[in-house]
């Protein structure tokens, strides 16, 4: 069994910084690409960055230049640190990684999420 378990949310003021943080832990073989996605209230899920198990990382247009995905995969870790935050960006955040298990069976696993709130 695989769990990704977020961590690093918050209240932060406009033009403030946080770092999300998800580890990923159980009977992992190898992590893929992994991934952060947001969800304000009344909203869709969306996409906000992802990187291959290569390090390659892609960003959607409304957080480019301001956040920065990034993974450790000694620790099966992966972070997302948000500058210059804006209301706006106001969501729970999840993380989403494609984990191989021992058994060899990959599958697309969710953390349970955590709130970012950015408000003066």
């Known amino acids: 069994q695989v769990q990704l378990v977020e961590s690093g949310g918050g209240l932060v003021q406009p033009g403030g910084s946080l770092r999300l943080s998800c580890v990923a832990s159980?009977?992992?073989?190898?992590?893929?690409?992994m991934a952060w996605h947001r969800q304000a209230p009344g909203k869709q899920r969306d996409l906000v960055a992802t990187i291959t198990s290569r390090g390659i990382t892609n960003y959607a247009d409304s957080v480019k230049g301001r956040f920065t995905i990034s993974r450790d995969d000694a620790k099966n870790t992966v972070y997302l640190q948000m500058n210059k935050l804006k209301p706006e960006d106001t969501a729970v955040y999840y993380c989403?990684?494609?984990?191989?298990?021992?058994?060899?069976?990959?599958?697309?696993?969710w953390g349970q999420g955590t709130q970012v709130t950015v408000s003066s």
């Open positions: 989403n990684a494609f984990v191989t298990n021992i058994a060899r069976t990959t599958g697309d696993y």
């Open positions: 159980g009977s992992i073989f190898s992590i893929g690409a």
